[in-house]
């Protein structure tokens, strides 16, 4: 068995649905610093007031072109910049999916190195919404993202049809560049599932449940 604190260090705990609530946030927020995450996931309005509340104890994310990926790249540039001005310090960018099912190779890699200029060196993932693709276009997202620039490939977004399964984080591990980490996002609901997928190669874990199972424990 994996050390708890361990799979706790590596959860973005995350609270990213349209009725979320500054109480809401405010509790994630706490959750995120006493169980030691490796950062709290909130939409972009909140990111300014988040970052004031816990001041320097924990690790701001946001979401950018989200969670469909079709916004052009020019507002998701614009998005990242307004999220680090307002003290983001990661984040994670959703792929325009379109661009990839048409072959826009180029496009896509000029894209996410765009937005990583525009994170001013903050932390970069870029989420390919993995139950929307192939395989052969997961294998080409690996490639594209590990000559971007982007610190990390995520699975999903939890807003589509399908979340993180093992297949895919295992796909991943065995394509991209070395220096690329893995985010698996969406449907990881327990501690047994977390354990897989860390040991399968995922380096952040999007989750809310692992908290709140842990905290149901108590």
Request: net charge negative; glycine share 8%.
């Amino acid at each position: 068995m994996m050390e708890l604190k361990e799979i706790l260090s590596k959860v973005d705990h995350t609270l990213l649905a349209q009725s979320a609530t500054w109480e809401e946030i405010k509790t994630i927020c706490d959750d995120g610093i006493k169980y030691e995450t490796a950062s709290v996931c909130i939409p972009a309005s909140y990111v300014r007031q988040a970052k004031e509340y816990v001041g320097g104890r924990l690790k701001i994310c946001t979401v950018i072109g989200f969670p469909n990926g079709y916004s052009t790249t020019a507002t998701k540039c614009f998005e990242t910049a307004d999220a680090v001005a307002n003290g983001a310090d990661e984040i994670d960018m959703v792929i325009n999916i379109g661009w990839l099912k048409d072959k826009k190779y180029d496009a896509l890699l000029e894209e996410i190195q765009r937005v990583k200029a525009a994170c001013h060196g903050k932390l970069l993932k870029v989420i390919i919404e993995t139950c929307l693709l192939t395989d052969e276009e997961k294998v080409k997202m690996c490639e594209i993202i590990s000559q971007s620039g982007a610190e990390y490939i995520k699975t999903s977004t939890g807003f589509s049809t399908g979340g993180a399964t093992r297949e895919d984080v295992a796909l991943f591990a065995a394509h991209v560049a070395p220096h690329v980490k893995i985010k698996a996002a969406g449907g990881i609901s327990s501690i047994a599932d977390a354990e897989d997928f860390i040991r399968l190669g995922a380096d952040r874990l999007g989750t809310s449940r692992i908290v709140k199972i842990v905290k149901a424990g108590e």
